[in-house]
T-cell receptor
Framework: DTGVSQDPRHKITKRGQNVTFRCDPISEHNRLYWYRQTLGQGPEFLTYFQNEAQLEKSRLLSDRFSAERPKGSFSTLEIQRTEQGDSAMYLC????????????????FGPGTRLTVL | AQSVSQHNHHVILSEAASLELGCNYSYGGTVNLFWYVQYPGQHLQLLLKYFSGDPLVKGIKGFEAEFIKSKFSFNLRKPSVQWSDTAEYFCAVNAGGFKTIFGAGTRLFVKA
């Protein structure tokens, strides 16, 4: 399977614990996005990487959230001191950089990591 | 701020019925518009997109959408739905740049 993969698929944690999610984009894609999706809502943009540079970060991403993309390949999203309100599906997407206009590039989504904070 | 509104959260149709899902956005400038679909147990995938040119765009599986600039709308249509179209459909808008805004989604159930 050469699509976007995410690990783990499910994570249950206790409030206050730290969690880390991983995303492996399609190998030739240099653009990577993280989204959060809660029940009954569409995906909400969290952050964007072009290669290893984090170029955009939503105000939804509090100081407890950090994302990295070392070497411009896989990316990690860490949530520190989790709260019950962090329970959601965390989606990763990637796109190529072929089109000049970033929004012209189709985003390919992974299966998501479902986080439950008890 | 940009926003996307999808009028129906749940739609139930019988096979062969026609489908129209509404989508309105709030942004006055040039936009790129998308419809994504998520079939049960599968990833979100692109159904169709509009960037410029003919406001009637055709996507996969017989879907089409019409961009009406004066109404800030991008409604999704299919003349005759099949049971396999049961899925959740998301309208999305990008006004240039990194951020794509998604609507809340419409769950479509097609009765066989």
């Amino acid at each position: 399977d050469t699509g976007v993969s995410q690990d783990p698929r499910h994570k249950i944690t206790k409030r206050g614990q730290n969690v880390t999610f991983r995303c492996d984009p399609i190998s030739e894609h240099n653009r990577l996005y993280w989204y959060r999706q809660t029940l009954g809502q569409g995906p909400e943009f969290l952050t964007y990487f072009q290669n290893e540079a984090q170029l955009e970060k939503s105000r939804l991403l509090s100081d407890r959230f950090s994302a990295e993309r070392p070497k411009g390949s896989f990316s990690t999203l860490e949530i520190q001191r989790t709260e019950q309100g962090d329970s959601a599906m965390y989606l990763c997407a990637s796109s190529s950089g072929l089109a000049v206009m970033i929004s012209y590039n189709e985003q390919f989504f992974g299966p998501g990591t479902r986080l439950t904070v008890l | 701020a940009q926003s996307v509104s999808q009028h129906n959260h749940h739609v139930i149709l019988s096979e062969a019925a026609s489908l129209e899902l509404g989508c309105n956005y709030s942004y006055g400038g040039t936009v790129n518009l998308f419809w994504y679909v998520q079939y049960p147990g599968q990833h979100l995938q692109l159904l169709l997109k509009y960037f410029s040119g003919d406001p009637l765009v055709k996507g996969i599986k017989g879907f089409e959408a019409e961009f009406i600039k004066s109404k800030f709308s991008f409604n999704l249509r299919k003349p005759s739905v099949q049971w396999s179209d049961t899925a959740e459909y998301f309208c999305a808008v990008n006004a240039g740049g990194f951020k794509t805004i998604f609507g809340a989604g419409t769950r479509l159930f097609v009765k066989a």
